[in-house]
């Protein structure tokens, strides 16, 4: 099968290029490389024969006829976006723009090269979200596929309104879409501006380990490399019209999530005093959600699917991984925003 991934260079749509190339895949990378993106995250597959790369906007809708004229994808995975809850506190236009504009291009080009191609049965757009976009959970319950949406930032929003056109495409027009929402990934390349990259690293530099508001807010934690298997998954055996939840069954509090990271690095690089003492407290993210949680039961009914990491295993390997790959990490410290304060608005 020939994929026309989308954010390939990014931390997630990197892992699915790693990921489908493995597989035996063609894979088409379409990458704006924005500041969030790196090449470096695909350098084990750029050789292959099966891999492609297209530096192109998903805001750019000739780019786009251009890419689907050029390579005849038989499916597409549409992972880019812009992801930091933070930034678009600080400035939603770019979620707007690309979140929800970008998937109205990306739609509508398909939907094109889908109709030239003569509706082939067989293709698939596949729409990759977030678990945000149902809002906040209290201390009890799970989100459904089911779960009306609430979005509470502008990321999630812009994620949403783009869900719904992704729904309507396939409605209106015919077009065999599918729609996943999963909940916070984490793992190896992760960009250094999201929490367990930002402890880590604070961490190994000495600093405060900026925890929001008490700590309290639960999210499920969803190893990347095991999000990138229940994509490719969804992808080839997922019902058209339908929305997987994909979790990681694997819940804890972000001040939780901070210990397990110290006590691993007390463990891995030992420093003269314990890690834990850096942990700060900072004013809360306006509009923080409390809790995230997804019941997996269609993923696991319908496909058959379950994460394989638990959240201690992830862990030990996410921390081992930036301790190894150090150039990686400190070659995106100097991007604009990573290391600062955003969102409070």
Known sequence: MKILVTGGAGFIGSAVVRQAVAQGHDVVNLDALTYAACLANVASVADSPLYHFEQADIRDRAALDRVFADHTPDAVMHLAAESHVDRSIDGPGAFIETNVTGTYNMLDAARAYWTRQGKPEGFRFHHISTDEVYGSLGPEGQFTEDTPYAPNSPYSASKAASD???RAWGETYGLPILVTNCSNNYGPYHFPEKLIPVIILRALAGEAIPIYGTG????????VEDHADALLTVLANGQPGRTYNIGGENEATNLDIAHKICAILD???????PYAEQITFVTDRPGHDLRYAIDPTRMRTELNWRPSVTLDEGLERTVAWYLDNEDWWRALQDREGVGQRLGVA
């Open 164 to 166: 719904h056109l992704v």
């Open 267 to 273: 463990r891995l690089r030992p420093d003269a005093k």
């Open 216 to 223: 309290e807010n639960i999210r499920d934690w969803l190893f």
